[in-house]
């Protein structure tokens, strides 16, 4: 099955900080990767992917390089701000047709602060 | 497009009774699961749904039911409540077994049992 180990939080970082959450992961198969972000009071959001390795995803900043040889999936952004104070997870998926049903597993979370 | 609409956002009940979490999503999406949120614990599965008539057991199943008559909707039952199962409840969906796909989560509902 699928397990990810992501860096133990709070993350706490001064606005415009460069940010870095360690993420690193175990699957069945060739997975994709997944951040998700979750601000205060909310559901679980997709902030980017990557389907194969040396894929990069990105969407509002961050950053990931999906690493194979390293299986690794960290999360990156220049500059942070205020607003992107949230709880982040990864997540691997694994194309599961050929290995029965799935079963997708979080971890805990990152939970990142950052103060003005 | 609503995308995973759960219902209530919040709920309190006292222990032993019994109550469903709604969701419902407009995507056609094929799978559907059920997550409880709780502190240090992070995301932990329930049930899962990988089609109409078909589900199974997830990481933490006791205590809840699930069924899946039609596509659009994955009901959570709470067969008699205990203060163990506070928590907040998420719904999310994705539309196949394709690993290429993400995940759409629903608000959530936060249930207090006393």
């Known amino acids: 099955g699928n397990s990810v180990t992501q860096m133990e939080g709070p993350v706490t970082l001064s606005e415009e900080a460069f940010l870095t959450i360690n993420c690193t992961y175990t699957a069945t198969g060739y997975p994709s990767l997944f951040w998700y972000v979750q601000y205060p009071g909310e559901g679980l959001q997709l902030l980017l992917k990557?389907?194969?390795?040396?894929d990069k995803g990105s969407n509002k900043g961050f950053e990931a390089i999906y690493r194979k040889e390293t299986t690794s999936f960290h999360l990156e952004k220049g500059s942070v701000q205020v607003s992107d104070s949230a709880v982040y997870f990864c997540?691997?998926?694994?194309?599961?047709?050929?290995?029965?049903?799935?079963?997708?597993?979080f971890g805990t979370g990152t939970r990142l602060t950052i103060i003005p | 497009n609503a995308g995973v609409t759960q219902t209530p956002k919040f709920q309190v009940l006292k222990t032993g009774q019994s109550m469903t979490l709604q969701c419902a999503q407009d995507m056609n999406h094929e799978y559907m699961s059920w997550y409880r949120q709780d502190p240090g614990m992070g995301l932990r599965l329930i049930h899962y749904s990988v089609g109409a008539g078909i589900t199974d057991q997830g990481e933490v199943p006791n205590g809840y039911n699930v069924s899946r008559s039609t596509t659009e909707d994955f009901p959570l039952r709470l067969l008699s409540a205990a203060p163990s199962q506070t928590s907040v409840y998420f719904c999310?969906?994705?539309?196949?077994?394709?690993?290429?796909?993400?995940?759409?989560f629903g608000s959530g509902t936060r249930l207090t049992v006393v």
């Open positions: 999310a969906s994705t539309p196949d077994r394709g690993a290429n796909y993400g995940y759409t």
């Open positions: 997540a691997p998926r694994a194309d599961i047709s050929n290995f029965g049903n799935e079963k997708l597993t």
């Open positions: 990557a389907t194969k390795a040396d």
